[in-house]
Structure formats: C-alpha cells, structure tokens
C-alpha cells in the first residue's frame, strides 16, 4: 500500500469530506422535494408533479414554459456570443498584443463590481436604441447577459490559456504555413478545452439563474415567470428550480468526465508497446501543418561493431 503525498489527505479523509460536502448540498435539494410532494389537505403525494402535463393546466402556467423556451434560447445566443466573439479575441490580445491584456483584465472585473441595478440604469437607454432599430425581442437580453457572464468566462479561458504556453505554440503552427483560423481551431481550442467547457457552463448557470436584469428590462424568462407563477402556486415553482438545480448539476458532471477522461488500458499499453510519445505540441503543430512528419526508424538488425584498430608496429 503507498503511502500518501505529504501534504495531501489520505483517500479515506478525500471522500469523506467530499461525502461531507455533498450532503450540505443535498439537504436543501430533499427540502425543496419534500415541499413539492406536500398536499395541500394533508400527506404526501405527485398531485403537483403530475399538474405541470396536465393539459388543462396549460393556461395557468403558460407564461412558465414560455419563460423557459426563453431562458434555453438566451443561454444558447450567450454560449454563442462566449465561443464566437469572447474566445477569439481573448487569443488575439493574448498572442498579438500582450500590452493591452493587463487593461483587460481590469475591464472584465467591472460587470462584478458594479451592482446589477446600475448596470441596468446603464442598459435602458441602448435598449431604448436597440427597440427601436432592430426590434425589443427577448433574444436582445443575450447583449446584457454576454456582459454579465464576461468575467467569468475570461478567467476560465485564459488560466489554460496561460498554462498552455500558447505563444510557442502559435508560433511554431505559423512559421508552417498555418493560417490563423487553423492556429486557433486546432492548436489553441484543444489545449484551453477545460476553460471552455468550465466557461460554458458557468455561461448557462448565469443566464438561467438571473433576474435583476430581465425583471427591469420587463423580459419574460425563466426566474420572473417562477416569480409570477409562485403568487399562485408555489409547489409549481419549488418543482421547476429544483429540476433547473439538478439539470445545472447533470451538466456539472458532464463538463467534469469530458475535461480530462483517463487513459484507458489498452491505450496504455500500445504507448508502452510504440515507445515514448513524441512532444504534443510537436505533433499539434505537424497536425495543423497539414501532415506528420515521419518517423525515422532504424533496423531490428545487429549493426557490425568496428573492429579494433591494430597498432602499427614499431621501428627500433
């Protein structure tokens, strides 16, 4: 048996503080359904749960589904907003202006310090624009949202982003004839995968749990229909944040078994078989280039050992 690393616990203490920590979460997800399953003339049972396919119930709660068509619709055109236009511009100023990457930084720290009421003060007079141009859609929330959820979303891309000696890399993929479309799909986008499963998920968590800006905004999604809803039936409404905590959570575990799956063993055992791997960003690099270089190999065969030199004899 190993022993463990100085400094980090044991297996047993891991789990039971992971055992520990799961349950203070658990706790108040048994609460909310122990609420949703109470009748209303005493005991337990689905009465609720089944209410929300109950056909004639679709009126009552007919702003509740529209709200979460546009909750699902926002998170996507955010998402879309993350990896379109945050990403490749978080790479640009990374690569080509390091200079202007300290004023960024400090820029994408304001949607946190200033209070969501002052950014909405902020908001209503592009909106004012923006209704007037081009429409008062609720898919225009996705331009507030992409500000809301830019702090975070620029912390998770550019920690990878940082580890993965990008510049040596991007360098490397351009003295080979890589354009900067390739540089940033299939060399930059594979070693920052964990940033951007990490972004996107804290970008969905986000936009399905705000509310200040789109009850100012006077925008249905899905916190103001469950605000609406619970005035008169909060049963209904507990039931859909506990399915919008434990989606949220599914997805957690998700982005967590995507971001780094282990090795299996019969991969381990050809790498054993072929040799050392060469270096991955050697090979990302080729990889882009367009082709592998090939590998120079040398025969199973005895190569003959020169024989000794003969000293000459000497002349007395």
């Given at each position: 048996m190993s022993a463990a690393a100085p400094g980090r616990p044991s297996p047993a203490v891991a789990r039971t503080i992971i055992g520990v920590i799961g349950g203070v979460f658990l706790i108040p997800l048994f609460a909310m359904l122990?609420?949703?399953?109470?009748?209303?003339?005493?005991?337990?049972?689905?009465?609720?749960?089944?209410?929300?396919?109950?056909p004639d119930q679709e009126r009552t709660y007919r702003v509740l589904f529209e709200g979460i068509g546009n909750s699902v619709l926002l998170a996507l055109l955010t998402l879309a907003i993350v990896l379109l236009v945050f990403f490749p511009t978080i790479v640009l100023v990374h690569l080509r202006f390091p200079r202007l990457q300290r004023g960024l930084d400090l820029l994408t720290v304001l949607p946190i310090a200033?209070?969501?009421?002052?950014?909405?003060?902020?908001?209503?007079?592009?909106?004012?624009?923006?209704?007037?141009?081009?429409?008062?859609?609720?898919?225009?929330?996705?331009?507030a949202y992409g500000v809301l959820v830019l702090p975070f979303a620029y912390r998770a891309i550019v920690s990878d982003l940082t580890g993965m000696d990008a510049r040596v890399r991007a360098e490397a993929a351009r003295s080979l004839g890589a354009g900067w479309g390739t540089v940033l799909i299939r060399i930059i986008a594979p070693g920052v995968r964990r940033g951007l499963l990490a972004a996107a998920l804290l970008t969905i968590a986000i936009v399905l749990g705000e509310f200040t800006v789109s009850s100012l905004l006077n925008r249905i999604t899905l916190q103001t229909a469950l605000l609406q809803v619970s005035k008169s039936d909060p049963f209904i409404a507990v039931a859909i944040s506990l399915l919008s905590l434990v989606g949220v959570f599914v997805v957690l575990l998700l982005v967590s078994a995507t971001g780094g799956p282990p090795r299996s063993r019969r991969t381990t055992r050809r790498a054993a078989r072929r040799g050392p791997d060469p270096d991955p960003s050697a090979s990302a690099v080729a990889a882009a280039h367009g082709a592998l270089p090939s590998a120079i190999t040398l025969p199973n065969s005895r190569l003959p050992l020169p024989s000794p030199s003969k000293e000459a004899p000497r002349v007395h």
């Open positions: 122990e609420f949703t399953l109470r009748r209303t003339s005493g005991g337990y049972g689905p009465e609720h749960w089944l209410a929300l396919f109950d200033i209070p969501a009421i002052v950014l909405v003060v902020g908001f209503a007079p592009i909106y004012r624009v923006i209704g007037q141009t081009i429409g008062s859609g609720v898919w225009t929330l996705s331009l």
